[in-house]
Nanobody, 121 residues
Framework: QVQPVESGGGLVQPGGSLKLSCAASGSISGIYDMGWYRQAPGKERELVAIITSGGSTNYADSVKGRFTISRDNAKKTVYLQMNSLKPEDTAVYYC???????????????WGQGTQVTVSS
């Protein structure tokens, strides 16, 4: 199994910054695309940012210029640096990892349990 675990969420004032981390553990033979999603109460889960195995990135328009996604393949970790946070960024943030396993064929998608980010005065 592959288990992504997020950390770094919390309460921050508008204009502040947070850095989220997501480390994938388990019998991983390869890690491919990794991304961050978020879901606010009453809303659909939406893509925030994605980074491919080659390092290419894409961002939702709402976070472009404020958030930066990065990865450390040696640590099997993806990060999300969030700057200039706004109240509308408040949501549960989920890590998504595309990975291959020694004990499961093909590339599969795994979700973390989520970490709460609250932007409020």
């Amino acid at each position: 199994q592959v288990q992504p675990v997020e950390s770094g969420g919390g309460l921050v004032q508008p204009g502040g910054s947070l850095k989220l981390s997501c480390a994938a553990s388990g019998s991983i033979s390869g890690i491919y695309d990794m991304g961050w999603y978020r879901q606010a109460p009453g809303k659909e889960r939406e893509l925030v940012a994605i980074i491919t195995s080659g390092g290419s990135t894409n961002y939702a328009d709402s976070v472009k210029g404020r958030f930066t996604i990065s990865r450390d393949n040696a640590k099997k970790t993806v990060y999300l640096q969030m700057n200039s946070l706004k109240p509308e960024d408040t949501a549960v943030y989920y890590c998504n990892v595309g990975a291959s396993s020694w004990f499961r064929a093909g590339i599969n998608t795994y979700w973390g349990q989520g970490t709460q980010v609250t932007v409020s005065s």
